[in-house]
């Protein structure tokens, strides 16, 4: 690698570490002829193909900012949006393909997008499926209705059976409560008797009547 002051031919790696889940690698490097040292980065090309043929290396700032439009005035906050595209560039790259059609980074960006804001989704959706009439609309909101009544009824059924485990926990503990006072009356009951036995004590049913001969004047 050419040293980036004085355009020496050659550096030496000086350190190497992971950086973004393994993503890519960074290095330091320093030079041998002017001694100063600086950073490269390496990592696994990724090329995007546009529909027009021209290839161009995945970016996930050009994701952040497509989101960021698609998000404007909307309650999202910055770091929801890095968190998106990075998602976006894992589902990408798990596909092992060292070249992606744009049309599915636009898909992967689409599903986490529809979970984080519904309305940007819909702004994002109507360029990038290129919606031309208002039954395009429709049909997405519709969609987007039908998804969000499924989870709150899925939300409802996991409520109502979180509820049904914690009044089955309580009546658990209340049984429990239940049968460890009846184990402490039986343990207040158990030395009582025993002490009853106990041979020569100062309990012992002899010591404990009291001699007749004892209160009498
Ligand atoms: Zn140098």
């Known amino acids: 690698m050419r040293c980036p002051y004085c355009r020496h031919a050659d550096s030496r790696v000086v350190d190497s570490r992971e950086a973004d889940d393994g993503q890519l690698i960074r290095r330091r490097r320093s030079c041998p002829e002017c001694g100063k040292?600086?950073?490269?980065?390496?990592?696994?090309?990724?090329?995007?193909?546009?529909?027009s043929g021209v290839t161009e290396p995945f970016s996930r700032t050009k994701i952040m900012s497509g989101v960021r439009k698609a998000c404007q005035g909307r309650p999202v906050d910055e770091d929801s949006i890095a968190l998106l595209a990075q998602r976006v560039e894992e589902t990408v790259r798990a596909k092992g393909a060292a070249e992606v059609p744009s049309h599915d980074v636009g898909l992967a960006i689409l599903t986490p997008l529809r979970e984080l804001d519904q309305v940007a989704y819909l702004r994002f959706a109507s360029v990038y499926k290129s919606f031309?009439?208002?039954?395009?609309?429709?049909?997405?909101?519709?969609?987007?209705?039908?998804?969000?009544?499924?989870?709150?009824?899925?939300?409802?059924?996991?409520?109502?059976?979180?509820?049904?485990?914690?009044?089955?926990?309580?009546?658990?503990?209340?049984r429990e409560a239940a049968n460890s006072r009846e184990m402490t009356a039986?343990?207040?009951?158990?030395?009582t008797r025993s002490s009853g036995r106990r041979p020569g004590g100062p309990d012992t049913p002899d010591n404990r009547l009291p001699k007749i001969g004892d209160r009498s004047p």
């Open 132 to 174: 031309d009439s208002l039954d395009e609309f429709e049909r997405e909101i519709s969609e987007l209705r039908e998804a969000a009544s499924a989870r709150e009824a899925a939300n409802a059924r996991e409520a109502a059976s979180s509820r049904e485990a914690a009044s089955s926990r309580e009546a658990a503990n209340s």
């Open 37 to 51: 040292r600086f950073t490269t980065v390496e990592e696994a090309v990724l090329a995007v193909v546009k529909r």
């Open 186 to 191: 039986a343990r207040h009951v158990v030395p």
